[in-house]
């Protein structure tokens, strides 16, 4: 008897793709339990089986939300409590049969749909009219559907580094055969690496409106370049932390001999994209803060190399906008001042650098050039200097106590993240007696769009951006960090690719210090560099993981401002315990906000027990 295998074709593709600029895209089939037949037997819902991968590449933002991984780093602060993701990282209490991000399963479906995408899709009948069309096309289609493939093992890869390898779908009666070991580390590498350079090859440089979204010939390679420099990095790059963790007949999975040359390939990957000529970083004359802004809170895609289309909403401005006034968010995440202290001044210098200029113990009155366009004109000394001349990106990225917000382009709103009052409605900042909002004195401003207005909700338009997945700066500093790695320090081509990322938000060019013309100065330089770049786009997580840093920077406590007095500061002030100026007396002492555990077996997930208990060749990672 023939046996019939069941497939659900899911519909839920993100609400971006059903944008009318990507109709040809988007034909994809009913929402309903269908044959393999009824799949692979009509080209249209082959082409849904292909729209449907499309909607689980991994990317910045979580179905047109933001990703609350931002919370597990030294970012932000997620303080709805518990029941949310970010808590079980911060302090520790994850395992191996409790990991929220755990993507195990999920990513061998996925990986599974390629698979079957791949040995079908050259067998689906084609209409007699069309035939001249896919013969053209089902090439490219596979093409990309490897590098989606690659993608879904990259994700994983970066998770639990050594990981089986899966080319083929596997039936039902084939489940001795799924009982498969992991895969060396650099084996998986190159696996991934390959399959995108292949694809590559059959791969347009770009599209026309009708196929916006689908991955290129730079995006293939981007996702290679970007595999590659986390290979390279210290994490898996002669990382002696994993000598032990070996397959069952002895094969080592992570390598343990240090290989500069891992970075010098990472760096030529990253010039191939870049050599393309393909991409341009947003710049917008005069206006180095919405040069940056803009490509968060617009659908861009001159930088973007792979973007994941999301639909028109206002979910991240619900999200992120602070609460009360005249703001109306959720304000989800609180900022730290970790992050916040990130930014360089606006002359280059970190800001415990001899000479920075920073000053946080006075105050001051001038403008601000907020994300929206608009000159915020501070009509009051109580802006503290320490937000003076910073690198315009914090301007585009965070809200804070004082700066202004436009509301449907008919106020310059100021926003008020310090006690004022027992809240009443008054600060954006302090918890009402029901729910909890921004606690540090800092909202996020990355990704909000200036047209959106909560408080119009119906009639204001809605946002229209993209996710942005990989952006031409990450290609930039790609090459600028490898560089140095391989050669022991910068070169005149490393500093030029990292300035080139610099140069879009008018920052100076380095080297501006005499440490950053050495192998650790300039390391330092890069890191920061993605870290304020990249900042709330799920970057940072993986960074300090790829870095080996998340033993310092995400573990122990974390801070930021005194948004949350207790009554005998306010009393202490000498004025009315309910006034704005008794808030703002004590608003800018520095306190913790939360203590956070990392230990050294976090720099890898676990692979998941149930996994473990029905794949007897799978062995664990460190510490778990």
């Given at each position: 008897?023939?046996?019939?295998k069941?497939?659900?074709?899911?519909l839920?593709?993100?609400?971006g793709l059903l944008?009318p600029?990507?109709k040809k895209?988007l034909?994809v089939v009913p929402?309903e339990?269908?044959t393999?037949d009824q799949v692979?037997?009509?080209i249209n819902?082959a082409n849904g089986?292909?729209a449907?991968?499309y909607?689980?590449?991994?990317?910045?933002l979580?179905?047109?939300w933001t990703?609350?991984i931002t919370?597990a780093?030294?970012?932000?602060f997620?303080?709805?409590?518990?029941?949310f993701?970010?808590?079980?990282?911060?302090?520790?209490?994850w395992?191996a049969?409790n990991?929220p991000y755990?993507?195990?399963a999920?990513?061998?479906q996925?990986?599974?749909?390629?698979?079957l995408f791949?040995e079908?899709?050259?067998?689906v009948?084609v209409?007699q009219?069309?035939?001249?069309?896919?013969s053209?096309?089902?090439?490219?289609?596979?093409?990309?559907?490897r590098?989606?493939r690659?993608m879904?093992?990259?994700?994983?890869?970066?998770?639990y580094?050594a990981?089986?390898v899966?080319?083929?779908s596997?039936?039902?009666?084939?489940s001795?055969e799924?009982?498969m070991?992991?895969?060396?580390?650099?084996?998986v590498?190159?696996?991934i690496?390959?399959?995108?350079?292949s694809?590559a090859q059959?791969?347009?440089?770009?599209?026309s409106d009708?196929d916006?979204?689908r991955?290129t010939?730079g995006?293939?390679?981007a996702v290679?370049?970007?595999?590659l420099?986390y290979a390279?990095s210290p994490?898996?790059?002669g990382?002696?932390?994993?000598?032990?963790i070996?397959?069952s007949?002895?094969?080592?999975l992570?390598?343990?001999?240090y290989?500069?040359g891992?970075?010098k390939?990472a760096?030529d990957?990253a010039q191939?994209?870049?050599?393309?000529?393909?991409y341009k970083?947003?710049t917008?004359?005069?206006d180095?803060?919405?040069?940056?802004?803009?490509v968060?809170?617009t659908r861009?895609?001159?930088?973007v190399i792979v973007?994941k289309q999301?639909?028109?909403?206002?979910?991240i401005?619900n999200e992120?906008l602070?609460?009360?006034?005249?703001?109306?968010g959720?304000?989800k995440?609180s900022?730290?001042?970790?992050f916040?202290?990130a930014y360089?001044m606006?002359?280059?210098?970190p800001i415990k650098?001899?000479g920075s200029?920073y000053?946080?113990?006075?105050?001051?009155?001038?403008d601000?050039?907020?994300?929206d366009?608009y000159?915020?004109?501070?009509h009051?000394?109580?802006?503290?200097?320490?937000y003076k001349?910073?690198?315009?990106?914090?301007y585009?990225t965070?809200?804070f106590?004082g700066?202004?917000?436009?509301i449907?382009?008919?106020a310059?709103?100021?926003?008020?993240m310090?006690w004022w009052g027992?809240?009443?409605g008054?600060?954006q900042?302090?918890?009402?007696?029901?729910g909890?909002?921004?606690?540090s004195?800092?909202?996020?401003?990355?990704?909000?769009?200036p047209d959106?207005d909560?408080?119009?909700y119906?009639?204001?338009p809605?946002a229209?951006?993209?996710?942005p997945?990989i952006?031409?700066?990450?290609?930039?500093?790609?090459y600028a960090e490898?560089?140095?790695?391989?050669?022991?320090g910068p070169?005149a081509?490393?500093f030029?690719?990292?300035?080139?990322?610099?140069e879009?938000?008018?920052?100076?060019?380095?080297?501006v210090l005499?440490d950053?013309?050495?192998?650790?100065?300039?390391?330092a330089r890069?890191?920061?560099?993605n870290?304020?770049?990249?900042?709330?786009?799920?970057?940072r997580?993986?960074?300090?993981?790829r870095?080996?840093?998340g033993?310092t920077v995400d573990n122990?406590?974390?801070?930021?401002?005194?948004?949350?007095p207790?009554?005998e500061e306010?009393?202490?002030t000498?004025y009315?315990?309910n006034?704005?100026e008794a808030?703002l007396?004590?608003f800018?002492?520095?306190v913790t906000?939360q203590?956070?555990?990392?230990?050294?077996?976090?720099?890898?997930?676990?692979i998941?027990q149930?996994e473990l208990?029905t794949n007897?060749?799978?062995?664990?990672n460190?510490?778990?």
């Open positions: 008897m023939k046996k019939i069941l497939y659900t074709i899911t839920a593709l993100g609400a944008l600029a990507c895209f034909n929402s339990l269908v393999s692979w037997g009509n819902n089986v292909l449907n991968m909607s689980k590449m991994p990317g910045c979580a179905s047109g990703d609350e919370a780093t030294d970012e932000s997620h303080h709805w409590g518990a029941g993701y970010p808590i079980y990282y911060n302090n520790g209490a395992n049969a990991n755990d993507i195990w999920s990513s061998y996925n990986i599974r749909q390629c698979n791949l079908n899709i050259d067998k009948p209409p009219n069309q035939q001249d069309y896919y053209k096309v089902i090439p490219r289609y596979k093409a990309e559907a590098v989606l690659a879904f093992y990259f994700d994983m890869f970066r998770r580094g990981i089986p899966v080319t083929r596997y039936d039902v009666s084939e001795g799924m009982q070991a992991r895969a060396p580390l650099d084996s590498v190159d696996f690496v390959g399959e995108c350079e694809a059959t791969l347009p440089t770009s599209y009708g916006l979204g991955i010939q995006g293939a390679l290679a370049a970007r595999t420099v390279a994490l898996f790059n990382n002696t932390l994993y000598k032990d070996k397959n007949d002895g094969t080592s992570f390598p343990q001999a290989d500069k891992k970075w390939r760096a990957e191939k994209v870049i050599g393309l000529n393909l970083l947003n917008i004359p005069g180095p803060i919405n040069s940056y802004a803009r968060f809170n861009n895609w001159d930088e973007a999301q639909a028109n909403s206002k979910n401005e992120l602070p609460y009360g006034g005249w703001f109306s959720w304000g995440y900022i730290l001042q970790e916040v202290d360089e606006n002359n280059g210098y650098a001899p200029g000053d946080a113990t006075h105050f001051w009155t001038g601000i050039f907020g994300a366009g000159s915020e004109t501070v009051f000394d109580n802006i503290s200097t320490m001349n910073r690198d315009p990106r914090f585009a965070v809200t106590q700066s202004k917000w436009a449907g382009h008919t310059n709103t100021p926003v008020w310090s027992n809240n009443g008054q600060s900042g302090w918890p009402k007696s029901t909890t909002y921004p606690v004195g800092y909202n996020p401003r990355k990704w909000i769009a959106v909560m408080l119009n119906w009639t204001s809605d229209q951006r993209n996710d997945v952006r031409l700066s990450e290609m930039y500093l790609i490898a560089i140095n790695e391989y050669n022991g070169t081509d490393a030029a690719a990292i300035n080139k990322v610099r879009r938000v008018n920052m100076p060019d380095l080297p005499a950053d013309n050495s192998l650790i100065g300039f390391r890069v890191q920061n560099e870290r304020v770049e990249f900042a709330f786009e799920s970057h997580f993986w960074d300090v993981r870095w080996l840093i033993t122990g406590p974390v801070h930021g401002l005194n948004a949350r207790t009554t306010l009393k202490a000498g009315d315990v006034s704005k808030g007396a004590v800018y002492k520095v906000i203590t956070r555990v990392f230990q050294p077996k976090h720099y890898l997930f676990p998941p149930t208990e007897h060749k799978l062995v664990q460190y510490g778990w």
